[in-house]
C-alpha cells in the first residue's frame, strides 16, 4: 500500500476511509498473507493527522475524523497480516502511529529523515491509544520521556531506542521490505495475544475517547495553539 496524498500524505478524513477499505479489502483476500505500508512522495512517509482536519471544524465533524483516526488504527494493529512499514521519508506524529501499528520498521538511512510523537510541540496530549502503542514498541521509560519532550528522533535513534527495526540505504527500502524480513513471521495467536488487550482497551473507551477528543480539540485556547503551529508550519518554509 503505497501512500499518495500530495503534498505530505497527511491524514485527512478522506484519507483515512480510503486506508481502512484498502486495508479491508486486503485483509479479506485469502491470497494476501502481508501488507507493506511506504509513500509514493518522496522525502516524507506521512505528516500524520491532517492538521486542517483539527482547526476550525464543527464539533460533528471532528468526531467523524477522530473514529477515523481510531479506525485506521484499530484495522492496522489488528491485523491478522504480516505488516511492514517501508518508512521511506518523514514521519512525525499520526505517520508515527501508522508505523508502529505493523509488526516491523525498516527506515531510510537518511539523518533528515524524523520520526517520533511530536503532539506536545502542538499543544496537544498525544491519545493513551497512541502512548500505548508507544510503550508496547520502545518500552516505558522512552515513551515517558520522549512524549514529555515530543521528540522526534533521527534514524540512528529511532534505531537505538528500537521505534525502527532496520535501517537500510534510502534507495532500497522497496527491497529490503520484500525481501528481508525473516524476524516477521506469519502473524499467528501470539501476536493477538500481544496486542489484544491495548485494542481492546481502546474499544471499550472508544465513544469516550471521540467525546474527549471532540471537547479538546475544539477549546479556543487549543485552536489557537493550533494556528499558531500552522503559522510556524508556513513561516518555516519561506
Ligand atoms: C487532556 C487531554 C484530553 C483528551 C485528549 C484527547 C485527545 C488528544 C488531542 C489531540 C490529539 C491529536 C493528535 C494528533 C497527532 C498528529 O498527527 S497531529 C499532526 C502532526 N504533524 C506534524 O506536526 C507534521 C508537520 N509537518 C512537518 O513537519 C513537515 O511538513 C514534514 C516534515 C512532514 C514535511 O516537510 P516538507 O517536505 O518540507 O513539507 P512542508 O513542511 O513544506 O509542508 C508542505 C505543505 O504541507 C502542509 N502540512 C505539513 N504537515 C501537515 C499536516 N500534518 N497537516 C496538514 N498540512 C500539513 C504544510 O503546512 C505545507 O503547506 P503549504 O504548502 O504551506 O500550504
Redesign the pocket.
Known amino acids: 500500500m503505497s501512500l499518495q496524498n500530495p503534498?505530505?500524505n497527511?491524514?485527512s478524513l478522506e484519507f483515512l476511509t480510503d486506508i481502512c477499505i484498502s486495508v479491508e479489502k486486503l485483509e479479506m483476500d485469502k491470497t494476501c498473507r502481508g501488507l507493506i505500508i511506504t509513500s509514493s512522495l518522496p522525502?516524507?512517509f506521512s505528516?500524520?493527522?491532517?492538521?486542517?482536519e483539527?482547526y476550525g471544524k464543527s464539533p460533528e465533524r471532528c468526531g467523524e475524523f477522530w473514529r477515523a483516526v481510531q479506525e485506521m488504527w484499530l484495522k492496522l494493529y489488528g491485523s491478522n497480516m504480516v505488516t511492514i512499514a517501508a518508512i521511506n521519508g518523514?514521519s512525525?506524529?499520526?505517520?508515527c502511529?501508522m508505523s508502529m501499528t505493523c509488526d516491523y520498521r525498516i527506515m531510510a538511512d537518511n539523518p533528515r529523515y524524523s520520526i517520533g510523537l511530536?503532539?506536545t510541540?502542538?499543544g496537544?496530549?498525544?491519545?493513551f491509544w497512541?502512548k500505548d502503542t508507544m510503550t508496547n514498541t520502545v518500552g516505558h521509560r522512552t515513551t515517558e520521556l520522549s512524549l514529555q519532550l515530543g521528540q522526534m528522533y533521527n534514524p540512528a535513534e529511532a534505531l537505538k531506542i528500537g521505534l525502527v527495526d532496520q535501517l537500510v540505504p534510502e534507495d532500497q527500502v522497496s527491497h529490503y521490505s520484500h525481501t528481508n524480513h525473516d524476524q516477521v513471521t506469519t502473524p499467528d495467536r501470539s501476536k493477538s495475544m500481544m496486542r489484544k488487550p491495548t485494542i481492546d482497551k481502546l474499544t471499550s473507551k472508544r465513544e469516550a475517547?471521540i467525546q474527549?477528543?471532540v471537547s479538546?480539540?475544539t477549546k479556543d485556547s487549543i485552536q489557537k495553539s493550533i494556528g499558531m503551529?500552522?503559522e510556524m508550519?508556513?513561516k518555516?518554509?519561506r
Open positions: 503534498p505530505v497527511s491524514l522525502k516524507v505528516a500524520g493527522l491532517d492538521i486542517m483539527m518523514s512525525p506524529a499520526g505517520g502511529l511530536n503532539e510541540q502542538l496537544i496530549v498525544a491519545p497512541f475517547d474527549n477528543f479538546f480539540i503551529y500552522l508550519l508556513k518555516r518554509k
